[in-house]
């Protein structure tokens, strides 16, 4: 079977303009195609691999430079960390490593990174995760702890207040807030709409504060790579008050993770991939996003979670052609991705910290993940040429 015909497999159940926009996507660059083929890595990873024989961890499922970004928390601080858990499963912790490996080669030439240097990005990534690893101590990324890129992207947050974000997504008229449709936020049919606001209304009334809850506008919402296809919304809610307290939510389809066909641990039993969403989420981030949980709608499962402002993740062309920025930038996500399984250790199924602690201080599985993250990056190039050249695109 072709790259062309796995990847369409893989989307055939998805909206087909939404997924004709991500194959158009995907042929930008490399890097673009790797994020939205996480199925294809582990398609290929191999059943009798040593690095299979690591600790089993709560792993995102999709690790890559740009998975990582910010989210205001259940306390209203804004954090940085690992923010996509769509594919989140309970697997070897090298998985995660490796896929995050592989994302760093695939990148090295969109910002212009030698060989050296790429390689030693991954060995300060590595370093850093197994020093984390080893302390067995849980840690976060805000403000006051940040350095470098992370730190420009959280302090720029800060001057974002509530009122600037909604004038960006919304408009005013007559004293009441609208979102503003555009080729990000397209219009919802009129019936699916209805649809929508019939439900909310019922659902609202089942929460502890309802009104906060009552939707004001719904529109659909296209964002990230990966999950281009599924079911998306914005959905404008009352909030804390009009016009100025309203708040903007996330509505996203949870058709299940690109990993379950490689998994060969036993797996909890989770109602609904939604659910597992949001379990693992909460376990391996150290403050949730605000408002995030799982719902049920016309015969799907949906996460919500509250919609967060722009830029919320890191502009690597920032650091093109610049080593020292990515090293600090890598540094902090091989600490954040020790910190998120050593916070969700010992969770059904998963090993207990000491086992991580007693994995990590004995590192002879660097090399062998280094070696495949390298070698591996570069079927992915081939499979982008191929993929490209499929779609006709041969300037690729």
Known sequence: MSVLERIQRFNQNRDPELVARKYEKMQEDASAFFR???????????????????????????????????????DRLTYFDINDFDESALA???????????SVWVMADR???????????????????????????????????????????????????????????????????????DKKHPAVPAHEQNQLMDFFEQWRQQQPN???FKVLDVSQ?????????????????????????NYLLDFKAQPGSAL???????????????QRVVAIQKRMQGMPPALLTSIAFDEQFYTLKELQPTPDKLDLGDAKGKHGPLEKVVTSMGKLTAWAQL?????????IADHLIAFAQDPLWHQPLLDYAQTYSKTVSQ???HFCEALGNTKK
């Open 260 to 274: 379950t066909k490689a998994l060969t641990w036993k797996q909890p039993v989770w109602d609904n991939p939604a």
């Open 210 to 212: 309802p009104e906060f």
């Open 343 to 351: 916070r969700s250790s010992g969770r059904q199924g998963s090993e």
């Open 92 to 102: 070897p912790c090298t998985w995660e490593l490796a896929r995050f490996l592989t």
């Open 383 to 385: 499979d982008y040429k």
């Open 36 to 74: 939205g083929t996480c199925h294809l890595f582990y398609e290929d990873w191999p059943t009798n691999a040593p690095l299979n024989a690591a600790p089993l961890t709560w792993i995102c499922g999709d690790l890559h430079l740009e998975n990582f970004g910010t989210y205001k928390g259940d």
């Open 111 to 181: 910002v212009d990174l030698k060989k050296d240097e790429t390689l030693k990005l991954c060995q300060c990534f590595l370093n850093a995760y197994t020093l984390a690893l080893a302390t067995g101590q849980a840690r976060t990324v805000e403000r006051e702890t940040a350095s470098g890129m992370i730190e420009d992207l959280l302090v720029a947050l800060k001057e974002r207040d509530r009122t600037t974000l909604l004038d960006e997504r919304t408009h005013l008229n007559k004293g009441k807030r609208a979102l503003i449709r």
């Open 221 to 245: 919402r296209i964002a990230g790579l990966g999950s281009l296809g599924v079911q998306r919304y914005a959905l404008l809610v009352e909030g804390k008050g009009s016009p100025n307290q």
